[in-house]
């Protein structure tokens, strides 16, 4: 008996060492590539660097000199607000706060010049230098504030799956991975964070207090409360996420309903600048014709 099974593992073996032989060998694809990387043999560094990108190669860290440059010259209060915005914008781009500076800076010197050149007056060159050195600073607020609305947009009906996966078994943990592989968005984003600090070995309170503090979104720091008080606790996390959850739709609908009370305010202005002149043109535009040919007519 030992001698037939090891005989059959033999076989076993042997038909898998000659049918991996027989994909390997039958297989263009991957022969290519081997082919490919045999004719390429050893690279040099300069090889290397000039198979990159001109970006990185000269203007990322042309760019990071520069920033650098600046930063030294910043005030530490104004180099950490800048990292802050940075962080409720969700880091785009991958950009650090050198970085950030270093394209306000080179955006002030650019529009400063260009003004000079269009205005050829100090004017141009302080317009323009005020502009370059406030559009980042406008376009990464509009980023954090957009960023931070869709959060809050999305935070009920992932609660309903994070409810739903608690209650059907499985573990915060697992649940925050199933939020990440069905959801998408700055959320989702934000749970595939946290569930790659907690996988790192940070602790759970920690990476949720993490997660709150580079939202900033008031509804999210309320539900991550919860949740840490209910780890404290030893509250089941599941009616944690259900009365959660269902806070936060009737959050919602209230802002939805105080959207909606708002809207004959806001609709107020263009009615009366943009449509009801174009109505007083059409309705009363032909009895103002005819009275001055009556008029005309009369004299």
């Known amino acids: 008996m030992p001698l037939v099974l090891a005989l059959l593992v033999f076989l076993s073996v042997s038909l898998l060492v000659l049918a991996v032989g027989w994909q390997l060998g039958h297989d263009p694809k991957l022969g290519e590539r081997l082919e490919r990387v045999a004719r390429m ?27 650098q440059l600046l930063s030294r010259l910043s005030p530490q209060d104004y180099r950490d607000r800048v990292r802050r915005r940075l962080l409720l914008a969700g880091s785009p781009w991958n950009l650090q706060a050198s970085e950030f500076l270093a394209i306000k800076g080179a955006l002030t010197i650019g529009l400063a010049l260009m003004g000079f050149f269009i205005v050829r007056s100090f004017i141009g060159v302080l317009i323009g230098g005020l502009l370059g050195w406030l559009i980042p600073d406008f376009g990464l607020k509009a980023k954090s504030d957009r960023r931070q609305v869709q959060i809050q ?32 968005g700055p959320l989702a984003e ?3 964070r946290l569930l790659q600090e907690i996988r790192m070995g940070k602790p759970r309170r920690a990476a949720l207090k993490d997660m709150a503090h580079r939202s900033q979104v008031e509804d999210l720091s309320t539900f991550i409360t919860a949740i840490i008080q209910a780890d404290q606790l030893g509250v089941s996390i599941g009616n944690v996420l259900n009365i959660q959850s269902q806070e936060m739709r009737r959050k919602r609908r209230q802002r939805a309903e105080e959207a909606a009370m708002k809207a004959p305010i806001k609709m107020l202005f263009p009615l009366i600048f943009f449509i ?24």
Do not use: H, N, Y
Request: net charge negative; proline share 6%; with cysteine.
């Open 153 to 184: 947009k999305s935070l009920p009906d992932t609660l309903d799956l994070l409810c739903v996966s608690v209650e059907a078994g499985l573990g915060f943990d697992a649940a925050v991975a199933k939020v990440v592989e069905k959801s998408t």
């Open 276 to 299: 009801f002149p174009a109505l007083f043109v059409v309705l009363l535009g032909p009895a103002l014709i005819q009275i001055m040919e009556a008029l005309q007519g009369m004299l």
């Open 41 to 67: 043999g050893p690279r040099s560094l300069r090889e290397i660097e000039m198979g990159k990108s001109l970006w990185e190669r000269v203007l990322r860290p042309g760019l990071l000199r520069f920033g």
């Open 190 to 192: 934000e749970f595939g």
